[in-house]
């Protein structure tokens, strides 16, 4: 589900959610959007990876919720293609 909400739009990547398919979605980033890995945080329960794609950051985070792929509005053409494609690979 692709939301936008006061300048930052979120992707709640619904069916990958557990907490080893963020290594999934990174590589599919890398891979097919040219993402740069900037910054991975990883704790027990949360991940937070910083990427970059066409000079725009972009987190990806897992929590208790799943994972989820956030960017300010500039990312909107970037985050609009991700959520396409994620869309025509997931179901």
Known sequence: MLLIENELITLDIVT????EDIESVGKY????????????LDGPDARVWTYEI???KFKLQHNSY???LFTTIDGKPVMDM???DLKNRLE
Do not use: P
């Not at 990958?16 to 907490?19: A, E, F, K, P």
């Open 82 to 84: 991700i959520y396409s």
């Open 66 to 68: 799943g994972n989820i």
């Open 29 to 40: 980033l890398e891979k097919y959007f040219d993402a740069k890995v900037i910054e991975k």
């Open 54 to 56: 066409q000079n725009i």
């Open 16 to 19: 990958l959610n557990t907490y």
